[in-house]
């Protein structure tokens, strides 16, 4: 089966109403509760990979902000991170059907990608779910866990330049700007890195 190709819409137009960066956190980690309320699992969530043994813990803020189009000359912006926990169970259909049942309950275009088993029996679903707004689910489920990407509406409002310079000078990794940065010296893959 071919993976068809998805683009995200179309940032709202200059002029109109964005939401802020507080919006934005916010809606991403409603969306994530929800996405966890869902699976009927609230318990044992971690932030990232399983291997990285970070608790889920909206508060934290522990999210990347990903470009997701322009709008007029500038970038638009969304919050878009990956919980993840042990498979609930050997065969990854039925966390896979409940979620696509549930996505599609609340308005998502639902699109299984991937629906995989090797000769040994190991099994492998994608999904993703979309939304006319941008909001979008991403669910990677196989016998050794269950990890959903999420990702909130798209925004142009200055609040969310803000937090990421401010974010950036509270990140130990990410080093102090240069007096007088050069234009080209810093590609958006340097940039993002430290999320």
């Not at 819409?9 to 200059?14: D, I, R, V």
């Not at 269950?146 to 990421?164: F, G, H, K, L, Y």
Request: aromatic share 8%.
């Amino acid at each position: 089966m071919s993976v068809p190709a998805v683009s995200d819409p179309a940032p709202q137009s200059p002029g109109t109403l964005q939401k802020t960066i507080d919006e934005l956190l916010t809606q991403w980690a409603d969306l994530t509760d929800a996405a966890i309320a869902a699976t009927g699992v609230t318990d044992g969530w971690f932030r990232g990979g399983l291997q990285n043994n970070t608790p889920w813990d909206p508060a934290a803020e522990d999210v990347a902000l990903t470009l997701c189009g322009t709008v007029g000359s500038k970038d638009a912006h969304r919050m878009d991170n990956v919980v993840s926990h042990d498979a609930f169970e050997d065969d990854p259909h039925p966390i896979a059907d409940k979620l696509t049942a549930h996505w599609k309950s609340e308005g998502f275009t639902v699109l299984r990608t991937v629906d995989w088993k090797s000769p040994t029996g190991e099994m492998d679903i994608s999904i993703r779910a979309t939304r006319s707004d941008g909001v979008y689910y991403g669910l990677g489920v196989t016998s050794k866990v269950v990890a959903i990407t999420v990702a909130s509406e798209c925004s142009t409002d200055p609040s969310i330049d803000t937090w990421a310079d401010e974010k950036s000078l509270r990140d130990p990794h990410v080093p102090s700007p240069s007096p007088s940065p050069v234009a080209d010296a810093v590609t958006d893959d340097d940039w993002f890195s430290w999320m």
